[in-house]
């Protein structure tokens, strides 16, 4: 038993021992040089924060309402894949520390633990979000299904017509382990995901099940098939923003997917100030990628989001220690954050400005 | 007996090789990812001079006035806790060499030796750092012993309303050494500060003890119950400038806590031109954090700095050698900064100008 | 045998365990401080891509025309010399590479294969580049031996006047390994590179036989003895793209000859704008030096270029597996494009906007 | 007998491993961080040449004139003290081989030759460096003795109205080896430099000796006690530049002594614009500090420089193999400044113009 973690970076090196090696290289790497992973987090520490004092601190609320809902600190669970790679209980636990830690958590098509149980978990604090599959009876049916367990938000990623090469996973041929299976899938090829000497099984199985033509025409399709407001994810430029506020989008997560898709595109962080500005406020916007400190969440907060998602720190969380790990993660962000706030003078989320930050 | 140190820096490498890791850890470390604690000092290394030649150089004259107060150089000590954890005549050896050497040295609320023996010790040289306790009449208390004692300047920290996350003491569990107390307050609970495992005892301390709704109005309180001048340290930013301007402070100190309380804040230097700008005139302005060489200490006055003040240089040379190692820190740095003058073709301090600095 | 390479970089590192020290370094290496070769590559990591989302991408066509000739995507094969040393077929297996993806490649002057037998294997597929020599009898046999052969065009290499100092290729003393010669010279002293000690053989080469004078004048000499289309190569400024633009030169290629000539000179991309603007369409805009992504070649595109050149991939492919190991380099980059395209949310090559690009 | 070097900077690795680490530290240091000392070397890299092609360049004139004395290409030798330190033959072999490479030799003041011999060795292409020491008797001897022995100009160094710290010196306590004395004294303690623990003895040697109270009425005196031009090294800005062309000096050196009086000034190369611009073409302008490839030169002139200085590459050159050596420094610069020329499209220095350089 080594030290408990103090912050988010240590939970990766205990996870990073825990794992296997095949399933520490799917959940860390990156497309290609890696160059947008790093970017995503080097981007928060070169934006430099003008704090202010003699503010009386001594109470803050940390809450933020997101499409109405309201959770404890602006900080939401990004949708991830197969987390039972990571904890024998994967989804489940996230969604039982997402409940406890009272936030929402976003849970991915491609999970390990059904619809139905993670909402049970959450309490229905679950957002579904969706890969739309080339065969548009199967994605009907999967909204039907996020519907009816009790999600409030469908999250349609838009930033992967195709997967991204991830080199680590090519070289590793990666392969959903023995007994993992997609679980919003019955018991059909699209529940598996194998692949092969020098081929990730991931890639194969987006190229063979997801739909590559999706646009504009789908996420109207996608509106008329729920009532659930429509979130698109994987925005990162000013002219989809416009595009999606034209199209009545209730919210979108500017998002290049952790850098996992196309290397050298920016930093989200870089993006989001475009994002706000063009918006003009129709839409509420989420950030995620590379967010691990306090600070990072209260500059994008500053900079006009919403609030921000994490992905990878909850995966450590889980190999580190399930929900209680999980559970680690979101109340050192949650302190931290609640630090950062007191040092600049903020008491409610809503005083935090982009005065703030130091312009260039 | 290892060589002479010939140069601040080396004084830290001496000093981490005889203290113990947990003083070491305190004295040493910033806020979180320590970018704040390494920006103070390479901002200036980025400053670039622009130095003059074929002026008459024979003869310098090295004082400034602060506050009135003469002093042989415009480096005065800042204001540092527990001291005694360097060396065990701890704040009164700092005392000693500030005298020999002719500067101001500010005691810390948190000190290990009391204001009336510092003040002694300094023959009356000496500024009071006050922390703003929960308690106001202990407030009181504090600010009357300083008075008493003969201190000429209060100090009110304002950039720790709780303190910042310092990992290091959070991995450590930082407690004071046996035997050490904060000797400005009497045989009270407020006398200890003691950590546990997975948690700074200075971080309770605060949390419990000072006053995080501390704010302009308790800035006027303080002023009413002292006849003191009221300088207040760990501004950094514009807009606190002029609101310590409009409220008729004496001086400030643009600090940020040596990079120890809110991470990937700016450089002090970075925020100096603006306050300087700013305060018309109306306030001196004095400078702390990542202060090393001879040439810092000249582009901050260069920049508008009526002195400076170094943290831990001083901690390093009261481990390395008590009085006798603080006093070779000071001269070390008056030789340098006596050298960068004659370099830069002045002869007096009001000669170093803001074109010796190349503009960017 | 290791694992596959997955992309351009490895093969290199495969190729440098497989071939002498001194073919390595002649083909790896830079001129003087290797500045400009390392700029070739990094300033392609510092383009940033604004990538957009929610296109129908599932028919993607990557081919485009360069004067006049379609090839099957927008990189072809850059003129390097002695490529027997890579590889016992060279040259040969080179060709047939490129013949079987459907590109271009271009002969140099120096190859260790015929023009002949390259344009066979090429099925005619092949440019031939011009070193112009001192004696211009040699060189007008050269350029009508390849428009006998059947090249299409004539790249004159115009940033050569003397070869740029490759320091290792100094120390080797770079000498043709025995029995290799330059196939497009008779059995005559043009045909031999050898140095000494201390010296590059194919420093002496140039110095001896290639032609400092070469000047405009020279290039219409060159346009008058011959029908097919004149490529300037080695341009890299404004003012000589005008000048080529006013002497109706059929194209250029940008390049800095993969950082060997001088160094300290601009990356090729970063020429690649200002070049395209003052060329105003009216000629074809090639550029090489430093490609190795996918998005590298698309950020090329995006910013002007018709098509890119490559290198020493295409060496390293050779070392690794000949013709096969020079197709693996073509396939990987042409997929990396394929695959940035989609995520770009382009179908065609023309779709590839400077839009895609960030400014800064 | 390892390799012969092939270019400047491995002089250094060799002159390393044959010299006492006291001459090597002497040699290399510079002031304090030794920032200065790096910038001007890295600062030459970061300027960028835009090349041109296609200009006939088979015959090159690499030769200038300074303050109306021809030589072969435009590098000079710096002044620098101590020779015989690097080699027996000091001075001497370094006049030697200056007038073989046809240049101009600086002899310092603080020679182990003297002016005369060094005089006698460079057949008068000699200029006399002069430090001005508090005995202005002493001081004009030394101009007279200077002018008797045939020097061309006076160059008086203006940077060091004292000596920088360089912490090596400080260290070791530098020294003149036994047996060496600064030859253009007599046998008088001014011919002494001997150090002691923790102390240089040049830093002593400049306090005692040299004049801290140099200022432009010594310039005028200077001038009015010789008739040689006279030139001021260690100017390094605008304001000193145009005082100069006020006081109708004839030349200046843009130096800052090689990094080794004041630390954190700018690199000299960044200086040369501003300087040139205010001089107004009336009075030929120099430059040294961290020349070490042919392009640098190039870089030089094209920014309007007339000619550079070398420093430190001199005594490697010295330290390798005496005479020779620094011929062979002299050569491979020639050689590379040629090469460029070339590369640049350039015959004759005066084609190389400020276009060449890549605006910022
Ligand atoms: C291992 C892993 C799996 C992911 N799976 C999905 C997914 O199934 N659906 C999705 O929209 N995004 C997925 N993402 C992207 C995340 O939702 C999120 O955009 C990204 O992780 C945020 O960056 P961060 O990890 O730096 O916080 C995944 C990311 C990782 C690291
Ligand atoms: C070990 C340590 C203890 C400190 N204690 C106090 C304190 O009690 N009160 C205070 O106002 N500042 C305190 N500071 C901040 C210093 O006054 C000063 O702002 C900072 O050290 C300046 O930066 P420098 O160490 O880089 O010179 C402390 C700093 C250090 C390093
Ligand atoms: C080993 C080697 C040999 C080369 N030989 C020639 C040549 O004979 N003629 C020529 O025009 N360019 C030659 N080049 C330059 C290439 O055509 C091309 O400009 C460069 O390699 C592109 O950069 P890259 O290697 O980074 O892709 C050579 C380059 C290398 C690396
Ligand atoms: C070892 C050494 C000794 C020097 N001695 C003198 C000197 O006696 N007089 C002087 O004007 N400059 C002196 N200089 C400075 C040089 O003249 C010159 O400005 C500097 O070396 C140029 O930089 P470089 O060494 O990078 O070429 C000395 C420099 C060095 C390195």
Redesign the interface.
Known sequence: EG??P??LYEFESIAKAKLSSMAYDYYSSGA??E?TLHKNQSA??E????????????NRDLSVSVLGQKISFPVMIAPTAFQQMAHPEGENATARAAYAEDTIMILSTLSNTSVEDAAKATNGNLWFQLYVYRDREVTRELIQRAEKAGCRAIVVT??A??L??R?RD??NGFTLPEGLTVKNMDASLLANVSGAD?QSGLTSYFASQL??????K??EWLRSVTKLPVI?K????K??TM?AAQHNIDAIVISNHGGR??????ATIEVLPEAVECSDGKMEILIDGGIR?G?DVLKAIALGAKAVLIGRPVLWGLAYDGENGVRKVLQILKK?FD??M???GCISVSNISP?LI?KK
Chains 1, 2, 3, 4 share one sequence.
């Open positions: 030290p408990e103090v912050n290609c040089d160059i928060y520490r934006i430099l924060l003008k704090y202010r004092v003699l503010v009386d601190v001594s838009v930033d017509p195709f991204g090469i080199e090519v070289r020098g739909d590559p033509s999706l646009s504009w789908d996420i698109l994987g925005i990162a430029c002219e989809d595009l898709q196309l290397d050298t595109c920016r400190r600070t931290e630090l950062s007191a040092l600049c005065d130091v």
